[in-house]
Each structure stands twice: as C-alpha cells, then as structure tokens.
Nanobody, 127 residues
Framework: QVQLDESGGGLVQTGGSLRLSCAVS????????MGWFRRAPGKEREFVAA????????SYADSMKGRCTISTDNAKTTVYLQMNSLKPEDTASYYC????????????????????WGQGTQVTVSS
C-alpha cells in the first residue's frame, strides 16, 4: 500500500519561507511523477507544482512561479516543496500526490491524474 506523509507546514510571517516534505512509502518511487496541490477554506483544490519521474520536467502554477521549487530525493523517496516570499493568500492545506507513470517524463498539473494522496499539512501565513 502506497502511503504519502507530508510534513513541514506551520505558521510563518509574510515574506517568510517554508519547506514542505512528502515521504513516500510502499511503492516504487522512481516510477512516480509527483505533485503538490493546496486547498484554502472555501476554495477549490488548486495545483501548486509538479515534477516528472526522474525530475527532468517541472511545472508551476502561475501564482507560485519564482517563489517555489519542487524537487525529489530518490534515496529518501521524498518530494520537497520549497516556498519563499510567502503571502497570506498562500494559506491553505498542502497535499502531495503521486502518479504511477512507468516511463513517462511528464509533469502533471491536474489532480485527476494522480493515484495517491497524502493527508495534507497546514500552511498559515500571517500578515
């Protein structure tokens, strides 16, 4: 059974930084494309960032371009989301997701593409 465990959320001031982590267990990490999504209260889930299997391709939401970086560590079977220059509108629960892609080198931005999800970690940015 594939399990995704997010960590690293918390309370940060405007302009601050956080690094979210998502540890993946129970599957073949090297076969997965990974993504980060978020959901703010009263809003739909939205795409944040994605990375292809092997890390050759990345994709970012327009709202996060230049402010975040997605990366993976295959040895630790972990995906990271480094977020900088945080704004109050970044406040949300952040979820990581995994898609079993076998050999594809694409990054996927639609939540419908993903097979596995974590429970989420809360990020709160104070003004």
């Amino acid at each position: 059974q594939v399990q995704l465990d997010e960590s690293g959320g918390g309370l940060v001031q405007t302009g601050g930084s956080l690094r979210l982590s998502c540890a993946v267990s129970g599957g073949t990490f090297s076969s997965y494309a990974m993504g980060w999504f978020r959901r703010a209260p009263g809003k739909e889930r939205e795409f944040v960032a994605a990375i292809s299997r092997g890390g050759r391709s990345t994709s970012y939401a327009d709202s996060m371009k230049g402010r975040c970086t997605i990366s993976t560590d295959n040895a630790k079977t972990t995906v990271y989301l480094q977020m900088n220059s945080l704004k109050p509108e970044d406040t949300a629960s952040y979820y990581c997701a995994a898609k079993d892609v076998k050999f594809s080198n694409s990054a996927y931005s639609s939540p419908a593409d993903y097979d596995y999800w974590g429970q989420g970690t809360q990020v709160t940015v104070s003004s």
